[in-house]
């Protein structure tokens, strides 16, 4: 598939974006994004659907399938399933592969990647919330695989087994063990530092997202569309870069500086190629020199949007003049 330049939905997006002060830990620092455009779709998030027990998670059937779930919304309002996020229970955690718009009163079998590769048993008949977003290196190598399968046909489909690596290398650098080797585990054992990170980059009102950087250069962006959906969202986007610092990736100051501009001014020119979505709406894989990332488009709105960089192709070309972002506006 040949991609077209990134559509104007998403250039839309960023611009109505506002940053606020930057918040730092050791090896991170978060810049807040509030919104200037409301969202005009009304939607919850599935750890709240869950919880009002609007939103069920369960097998596909009795024996079950690693890399499908079914998803019913018995709720009236619709609910965002985020790309990353984790459900616990029934014959293996899981986590999803692709952000998901269900719709009201409505059923489907959305694609996810196992995170607890030793259990294959019922421990209950649905699925929980976990509480936790997979880590940024899990996140990624993930999403790299999922739009990689979309190119060959395979809807959605992971590398499930580099998932399974990625899961036993976090476990490997946080010093953490499980005797399933589940991902929720490394999470539990890390929990009082992760938690004391979260006491530091704590959510301002009306923010919907924020870009991370690390002081290993990686650089990310997670924004939703709705301030309601992303305060219940906030601790476990967080937690899922804070976990990278946590297991050791680096605790060196980071200071604001080019980075973000670029990293933005990489999306902004990313080419990008539409699929279906599992739920309603469209699926846009995006990519450019030195950056991946997705976005859930539904009914003319950025849902979610979710990018990250990574290393740089040799024969990646510079970035076209005059698609910098507006470097005023990202300067704090």
């Known amino acids: 598939m040949n991609p077209e330049p990134v559509p104007s939905e998403i250039a839309l997006r960023l611009d109505q974006l506002r940053p606020d002060a930057p918040q730092v830990v050791p090896g991170l620092l978060i810049v807040p994004l509030l919104s200037g455009q409301p969202a005009s779709l009304d ?4 750890g709240a659907a869950i919880s009002a027990g609007h939103l069920v998670v369960r097998e596909v059937s009795e024996g079950g399938s690693v890399p499908q779930l079914m998803v019913e919304n018995a709720g009236d309002r619709a609910a965002l399933l985020l790309d990353g996020e984790e459900v616990s229970g029934a014959k293996q955690n899981r986590i999803l592969n692709s952000s998901i718009f269900v719709d009201a009163r409505g059923k489907l079998v959305v694609p996810v990647s196992c995170t607890e590769a030793g259990r294959w048993r019922y421990t209950s008949r649905t699925f929980t919330d976990s509480g936790y977003v997979a880590p940024a290196s899990v996140r990624t190598s993930k999403s790299r695989s999922v739009h990689f399968g979309l190119r060959m046909g395979q809807l959605h489909v992971s590398d499930q087994g580099d998932v399974w690596r990625g899961i036993d290398d976090y476990h490997r650098r946080a010093g953490t063990m499980s005797g399933t080797g589940a991902l929720r585990d490394a999470m539990d054992q890390r929990r009082k530092d ?3 990170a979260l006491s530091t980059l704590t959510r301002i009102d009306g923010q919907v997202g924020f870009v991370a950087v690390a002081s290993d250069g990686f650089v990310a962006i997670d924004v939703v ?3 309601d959906v992303y305060a219940d969202l906030h601790e476990k986007l967080i937690l899922s870069y804070v976990a990278e610092v946590v297991a050791g990736a680096g605790g060196a100051e980071v200071r604001l500086d080019g980075r973000v501009d670029d990293f933005l001014a990489r999306l902004r020119v990313a080419g990008v190629e539409r699929y279906p979505s599992p739920g309603r709406g469209r699926d846009l894989r995006l990519e ?8 859930l488009l539904v009914d003319e709105e950025i849902v979610h949007l979710g990018a990250f960089s990574e290393p740089e192709r040799p024969a990646a070309g510079p970035i076209p003049e005059g698609a910098t972002m507006h470097r005023r506006h ?3």
């Open 43 to 46: 939607y919850t998030s599935l």
């Open 194 to 196: 992760l938690d004391h």
């Open 225 to 227: 569309s709705r301030p």
């Open 288 to 295: 450019s020199r030195g950056l991946r990332g997705a976005a």
């Open 330 to 332: 990202w300067r704090i």
